[in-house]
């Protein structure tokens, strides 16, 4: 019922004209954001049917739309490939609405139904008009999410942006646009149309990042076998940090992967493996024509030692995508695909399609082989420099000597703080509950671990601590059995430097120790931003409205009584016991934890902001300015 969830209300009714175009009969889909944060979805597909149900005596539209498995993906006569919420999501969305219109234009006739409270409605669908005359065709969705469950109603332009282009890229030559109607000042207004499909959607992963190809064309193969439509593309760049491969199952976002990603990555690693074989005995063999003394006296595939996965998806971009008649998704929420004959499937046609191209691609084959193999010798470099380092950070004498560790061993049960500066460090020292929290103060310039291996993190004496303390290793040698504490909470100052301190922590767990946020251990504490007070009244803030709220509180009204408002920009300017009272008291503190929704989008997000690229970093700021409410300098 957050906002995860009321967006999850736009993708549903956006699936089921998603399923009109993939049957092929829809070619635009509008959705808008309304005053008052009502949605609007709209297609020029055929329609709802409104046909009376035999069985049930009432439209089919009412059906679909009251009922749960009413839709077109249940029965056998409906949509051959579709998305949706296992077809109980038009009747979800109209369960979760104060309000919900539904308009349907069969050619020739307009026909229109009210719903509210849930899903009640005191009419039947009816006509009221011409469609041809009211410019109608297909149908209109206009839905208001219900306040009193949802905890947030106000809709965010930049999350419907992202999904909505996704779907575009996905379903090349739809025209998909969002516009935001809403008296908000932006005037954002958005239309998407990709003929090149999932080509185009790497070239866009690509410039995002800012990343260099180093290979030209992005390498596109497709199949079928069974009924299943497998589609990938990809392209290798210049980048080292790790891989970006997002996956989808009937134009639904995988993103825990499933066995379509898996089958693709163990393809990618054979066809890449056997051709390095094949390149590896060739280049030993022109080395022992021209006398290099480098060269072995013969080389065959029982001397290749074969690259490892992590080395042959380092600096990847790639969409895998499925087509199928029905999906298993593990899970409700469609995070991850599980069907059990899929992933031969998909490994079939991969490896089929990716070695024919290899066979006459000779050149990108061999750029993407020297990667993988220039990548290995730099992990394996990489890899004995970090474990040197590593003996002396988690071998050495214990524990980091700046941490104050907490009495209680049990990690379900404990949290460190990872406190910016000794003043503040010394203070949450003083203020904490020592059974269960630890305090490792953190001091002077932190690295930017964007660009940086193992071995640097390990040698860095900001970063190591933190390491040491945590105590799972980095990278592939992560073990969350290791894991020291259940809750780890960054805590910075509430300005400028304290979210450069925030986002340079979230690079680094999020590049070397991602498992970290994915099983939801990292946390960011919030400290109040202003006291206000008169007298023996005071209260705590943590934003503007309540500031303003405890103002109206304390002077009852009366403008001449002058409030006193502190506003609080480091955590040294509270002492032990404000600061245990208002950020680290489980019974009154409030803290943010850290999920990875979208670790795809995510990893764009941090290559774009933290990379070595400026000019991605210039346009990011600038298309995204606008949607700054408080900006502190």
């Known amino acids: 019922t957050g906002e995860s969830g009321l967006h999850h209300l736009v993708y549903e009714i956006v699936d089921n004209s998603i399923d009109e175009s993939?049957?092929?009969?829809?070619?635009?889909?509008?959705?808008?954001?309304?005053?008052?944060?009502v949605i609007e979805v709209s297609d020029n597909g055929r329609g709802i049917p409104v046909g009376v149900n035999h069985k049930s005596g009432i439209s089919a539209a009412t059906m679909v739309y009251t009922v749960l498995h009413a839709g077109g993906k249940f029965g056998g006569g409906g949509y051959k490939v579709s998305g949706g919420?296992?077809?109980?999501?038009?009747?979800?969305?109209?369960?979760?609405?104060?309000?919900?219109?539904?308009?349907?234009s069969d050619g020739e006739n307009l026909y229109y139904q009210e719903f509210h409270n849930g899903g009640k409605y005191d009419k039947p669908i009816e006509v009221i008009g011409d469609a041809p005359e009211r410019g109608i065709k297909g149908t209109i969705v206009r839905f208001k999410p219900d306040?009193?469950?949802f905890s947030v109603t106000e809709f965010n332009y930049r999350t419907l942006f992202t999904r909505l282009r996704e779907q575009a890229f996905l379903n090349a030559g739809l025209v998909i646009s969002i516009t935001d109607e809403r008296d908000n000042n932006h005037n954002d207004a958005d239309s998407f149309c990709y003929d090149g499909g999932i080509i185009s959607y790497v070239e866009h992963l690509d410039t995002d990042k800012g990343a260099k190809p180093i290979h030209d064309e992005v390498i596109y193969l497709n199949g079928m076998i069974d009924d299943v439509t497998v589609e990938a593309a990809f392209r290798y760049n210049d980048d080292w940090n790790g891989e970006t491969i997002r996956s989808f199952a009937n134009n639904i976002h995988t993103l825990e992967g499933g066995v379509h990603e898996n089958a693709f990555k163990r393809a990618i690693v054979r066809v890449v493996n056997d051709?390095?074989?094949?390149?590896?005995?060739?280049?030993?063999?022109?080395?022992?024509?021209?006398?290099?003394?480098?060269?072995?006296?013969?080389?065959?595939?029982?001397d290749f030692t074969a690259l490892t996965a992590e080395a042959i998806r380092e600096a990847i971009n790639a969409i895998v995508t499925v087509k199928l008649s029905e999906c298993e998704f593990e899970g409700q929420t469609k995070a991850k695909l599980g069907n059990p004959g899929v992933g031969s499937i998909v490994y079939k046609v991969i490896t089929e399609k990716l070695t024919y191209y290899f066979e006459t691609h000779p050149e990108t084959a061999t750029a993407i082989v020297i990667k993988s193999i220039n990548s290995q010798s730099a992990r394996d470099a990489a890899r004995k420099a970090?474990?040197?380092?590593?003996?002396?950070?988690?071998?050495?004498?214990g524990l980091p000597g700046k941490l104050?560790?907490?009495?209680?061993?049990?990690?379900?049960?404990?949290?460190?703080?990872?406190?910016?500066g000794d003043s503040a460090g010394g203070?949450?020292?003083?203020?904490r509950d020592s059974n269960f929290q630890a305090i490792l103060p953190l001091w002077g310039k932190m690295l930017n671990v964007e660009k940086a291996?193992?071995?640097?993190?390990?040698?860095?004496?900001?970063?190591?601590?933190?390491?040491?303390?945590?105590?799972?290793?980095?990278?592939?040698?992560?073990d969350k059995a290791k894991l020291r504490y259940g809750r780890v909470v960054i805590m910075a100052d509430a300005d400028v430097d304290g979210s450069h301190i925030r986002t340079l922590l979230l690079t680094f767990f999020f590049r070397f120790m991602r498992p970290l946020i994915e099983d939801g251990h990292v946390f960011i504490a919030q400290p109040p931003l202003f006291k206000v007070f008169k007298g023996k009244q005071s209260h705590y803030a943590y934003s503007d409205d309540e500031r303003d709220k405890y103002i109206r509180e304390i002077n009852g009204g009366d403008s001449n009584v002058k409030v006193e408002v502190q506003r609080y920009k480091g955590l040294g300017e509270m002492d032990k016991e404000q600061l245990w009272d208002t950020t680290m008291n489980p019974e009154t503190r409030i803290m943010i934890r850290v999920d990875l929704s979208d670790a795809a989008e995510a990893d764009t997000v941090f290559s774009v902001l933290m990379g070595e690229k400026v000019e991605p970093r210039r346009e990011f700021i600038e298309k995204n300015a606008k949607y700054v409410t408080n900006l502190d300098i």
Not at 22 to 37: F, H, M, R
Not at 293 to 298: I, L, Q, V
């Open 22 to 37: 993939l049957a092929g009969y829809c070619s635009e889909i509008k959705v808008k954001i309304l005053p008052g944060n």
């Open 85 to 104: 919420l296992h077809g109980v999501g038009a009747s979800v969305v109209n369960a979760l609405s104060e309000k919900l219109e539904l308009f349907v």
């Open 147 to 149: 306040p009193t469950i």
């Open 275 to 302: 051709f390095a074989k094949i390149h590896v005995i060739k280049e030993n063999e022109q080395k022992r024509k021209k006398g290099s003394k480098s060269a072995k006296a013969n080389t065959t595939a029982d």
């Open 386 to 397: 970090a474990e040197a380092k590593r003996k002396s950070v988690t071998d050495g004498a």
């Open 404 to 420: 104050w560790d907490c009495y209680n061993k049990n990690p379900e049960e404990t949290e460190i703080y990872i406190v910016e």
């Open 427 to 431: 203070t949450a020292k003083l203020g």
């Open 453 to 478: 291996r193992p071995d640097a993190i390990y040698g860095n004496d900001k970063l190591s601590p933190v390491v040491k303390a945590l105590g799972t290793g980095l990278s592939e040698e992560y």
